[in-house]
Nanobody
Framework: VQLQASGGGLVQAGGSLRLSCAAS????????IGWYRQAPGKERELVAV???????NYADSVKGRFTISRENLRTTVYLQMNNLKPEDTAVYYC???????????????????WGQGTQVTVSS
């Protein structure tokens, strides 16, 4: 299974972007999905994650501005980012897993597949 992320770019503060991530491969079945980001000199951090039933977790810094979603066949996921801020500048990575959440959401190392990353740059 390969993940292809797209939609990054340069945007002014206050603008919007929508990231997409498509999974390819035979027999792909995706349940848990997630978006993470890594800024220069910083650790990778969770942005938004979702279970197959629609439960979601968001980083406090993006709540109310970002929305994670997926298309009906589950193999494409999106991250709608509104009211972008310069501190949102990072490489964004999508993650997917064939297994779903258990009692809690998945941590980064529990995902089966990762995209190559797409750069988001927000200018002030």
């Amino acid at each position: 299974v390969q993940l292809q992320a797209s939609g990054g770019g340069l945007v002014q503060a206050g603008g919007s972007l929508r990231l997409s991530c498509a999974a390819s491969g035979s027999g792909v079945r995706i349940n848990a999905i997630g978006w993470y980001r890594q800024a220069p000199g910083k650790e990778r951090e969770l942005v938004a994650v979702a279970s197959s039933s629609g439960n979601t977790n968001y980083a406090d810094s993006v709540k109310g501005r970002f929305t994670i979603s997926r298309e009906n066949l589950r193999t494409t996921v999106y991250l709608q980012m509104n009211n972008l801020k310069p501190e949102d500048t990072a490489v964004y990575y999508c993650a997917m897993s064939s297994s779903d959440w258990g009692p809690r959401s998945k941590t980064a190392h529990e995902y089966d597949y990762w995209g190559q990353g797409t750069q988001v740059t927000v200018s002030s």
